[in-house]
């Protein structure tokens, strides 16, 4: 069957980093709008000489015009590419043993191919997140494909997020899109077990994306009294508390369900939460307090939410970055270990390295870098694209 897409052209020379593999073209690498095109329609991309170059989808609304599907002009917009995309994905995800692990990310967008898909699974079942129009379109493709090449029991939809607007989509409430979805599923990371409210965690439901770093920070906690700031339901501190039993965990979030969970995650894991502290507090106001104290810990865990969601908020950003290393570091007995995280899109590794010397700097303590984390089998990163690499994670030892 032949099928023909409306166009679109680039202006000269716009087509090298798509031929790299790029997967985004920004409105003014286009001769002018194709205007014709609803919203999420699929458009085929023609170099200035008119050569065919990628097919994806468009939308007027926002500065990326056209995120690539597929860069070859025979594969067509429709059920067979999205499960060929969920087949290649799945076929990494499969380097997990489902004894050790059973809750990863599946479809992790424009690192997968599929730009403004995000699937996240949690045991039998998947909890999915459409970011843009022309995935919107493909709603019910997805659902079948999902069902088609995964085993999944129940499927349920997060279009709760507020980037929808832009794209001129609704924010919605949690809904199955098949199957049934329980209230809270069981999971297995690393060995380490988890208890997931798809319908009103935060994100899908739990921060899978940090699966490996929770994992690397078991080797410096055993016998360690360890502070775990903006911890959610527990990740880092559960893996930090299996470590040793001497070792003493503080966690600290803003969320009383998070904290409560997390409380709860000990328990679940055979140990004694009441040989731990957990705290609800907003961690700025803690971490102060705990410097006027004079507390001190051998390990801090720095975890917070993206603190900028635009380009325009970076300066800013750096700035909560830089206070909170500081007071981290002031909390860190000499030779102590800091895992600081950013995840904030605008920011990169080399923005917190820089906010981690400047922090130590100001307290004329030294620092020795020893790990850093971005993208990992569940996240890949497409390599064209570093921009996308939006969770940066530092291991350092503060002298
Ligand atoms: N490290 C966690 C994920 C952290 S997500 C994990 O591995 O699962 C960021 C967390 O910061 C959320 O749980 C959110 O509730 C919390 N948070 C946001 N603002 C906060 C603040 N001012 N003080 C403390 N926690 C905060």
Redesign the pocket.
């Known amino acids: 069957m032949e099928v023909h897409y409306p166009t679109a052209s680039l202006k000269p020379h716009r087509n090298e980093s798509l031929q790299g593999g790029h997967l985004w073209i920004f409105s003014g690498a286009l001769q002018q709008p194709p205007n014709w095109v609803e919203p999420g329609g699929l458009i085929d991309v023609k170099s200035a000489t008119g050569q065919f170059v990628a097919r994806g989808y468009y939308n007027p609304n926002t500065d990326i015009a056209i995120r690539i599907l597929t860069h070859d002009s025979g594969e067509l917009i429709n059920g067979d590419f999205l499960r060929r995309r969920i087949r290649r994905a799945q076929e990494l995800r499969s380097l997990f043993d489902p004894r050790q692990t059973n809750a990863y990310r599946l479809i992790h967008a424009e690192g997968d191919g599929l730009p403004g898909l995000v699937v996240d699974r949690y045991a039998d079942i998947l909890v999915a997140q459409i970011h843009t129009a022309g995935m919107e379109r493909l709603r019910p493709q997805i659902i079948e494909a999902l069902l088609a090449e995964t085993n999944a029991k129940g499927i349920l939809w997060r279009n709760d997020l507020q980037g929808r607007k832009r794209e001129g989509l609704e924010v919605e409430e949690p809904t199955i899109a098949a199957g049934e979805v329980p209230e809270l599923i069981a999971i297995v990371e690393n060995g380490v077990r988890f208890m997931v409210d798809p319908w009103g965690g935060?994100k899908t439901g739990?921060?899978l994306d940090?699966r490996d770093k929770?994992e690397a920070l078991r080797r410096y906690t055993r016998g360690k009294r360890v502070l775990?700031?903006?911890?959610?339901?527990?990740?880092?501190s559960v893996y930090a508390a299996l470590s040793d039993s001497e070792t003493r965990v503080t966690s600290?979030?803003?969320?009383e369900p998070?904290v409560e969970v997390a409380y709860q995650h000990f328990t679940l894991n055979g140990l004694d939460p009441d040989q731990h502290q957990f705290l609800l507090?907003?961690?700025?106001e803690y971490l102060e307090d705990a410097v006027e104290q004079g507390e001190l810990f051998d390990v801090i865990?720095l975890?917070?939410?993206a603190f900028a969601k635009s380009q325009g908020a970076r300066a800013q950003a750096l700035k909560g970055y830089r206070r909170l290393n500081t007071l981290g570091m002031q909390l860190l007995r000499p030779g102590g270990i800091l895992l600081s995280c950013s995840c904030s899109g605008t920011v990169g590794m080399d923005d917190l390295l820089g906010v981690l010397s400047q922090s130590a700097q100001r307290l004329t303590r030294e620092v020795q870098l020893l790990e850093t984390h971005t993208y990992s089998v569940d996240h890949p990163l497409n390599l064209a694209m570093p921009e996308t690499a939006y969770l940066k994670t530092v291991f350092c030892r503060i002298n």
């Open positions: 935060q739990f921060f940090q929770r775990n700031c903006f911890c959610y339901t527990g990740g880092f600290v979030d803003i969320s998070a507090a907003d961690a700025f865990v975890d917070p939410p």
